[in-house]
């Protein structure tokens, strides 16, 4: 691609996209820092409209605020002396920080740190469709909600007019299931991140009410 054209076509998107989405840059975190540096990588992401890169790295988001969240409330939200450091947190570290996300979320209920609906929010629809879908490259997650069957003409160059009609899946053939997962990312990037980042503050809060 021609550089001045694609720093255009940059340009372009950025200014569309800019006020849509700056208002992640100014949130002033209580206790997660360690997140600023991805959530601003996300929002980066959003702004140029890098949909599956945004999904991606939201489950990164959300698998490590949940052990962040495990961690924080084994310790609670007092200093901890430097030489006990290694101690304190190597053993809540050792307790969560390898938690499969499943293990997370239900963690995460049992210690009133999210509520039953985001629990149910977070395994029945993040977990298998977001997380495994894009995680794991599989399409049937993400795709499971389209037809099993749909329908296609064929024509010949012979005979334009005369037009055939065919079964097919479009879960199965591959340019189209890459043609569905865009658009799919397209949809739901934006308001899978806002769930993710809402729930940060969320967290945040129980975490400051729990002392």
């Not at 993400?142 to 097919?168: A, T």
Request: proline share 2%; glycine share 4%; aromatic share 12%.
């Amino acid at each position: 691609m021609d550089r001045t054209l694609f720093e255009q076509d940059l340009k372009s998107i950025f200014d569309k996209n800019f006020e849509k989405y700056s208002e992640y840059f100014s949130y002033e975190f209580k206790i997660f820092f360690e997140l600023r540096t991805t959530t601003f990588e996300i929002t980066k992401c959003l702004i140029l409209t890098l949909d599956k890169a945004v999904i991606t790295l939201t489950n990164h988001l959300l698998e490590r605020l949940l052990k962040l969240a495990l961690i924080n409330d084994e310790i609670g939200l007092g200093t901890v002396p430097v030489e006990k450091w290694d101690s304190v947190f190597g053993d809540a570290d050792a307790k969560f920080g390898s938690k499969n996300l499943s293990l997370s979320i239900d963690l995460c209920k049992k210690h009133d740190l999210i509520t039953e609906a985001e629990k149910d929010f977070l395994h029945n629809y993040v977990r298998e469709l977001m997380r495994n879908g894009f995680s794991h490259g599989d399409s049937s997650k993400i795709l499971v909600s389209v037809p099993d069957k749909s329908i296609g003409l064929m024509g010949c160059l012979d005979e334009p007019l005369e037009l055939k009609q065919f079964e097919f899946s479009q879960k199965l053939f591959p340019a189209l299931q890459s043609a569905l997962i865009d658009d799919f990312a397209k949809l739901n990037a934006p308001f899978y991140f806002k769930f993710v980042f809402d729930l940060i503050a969320k967290i945040e809060n129980k975490l400051i009410e729990k002392g």
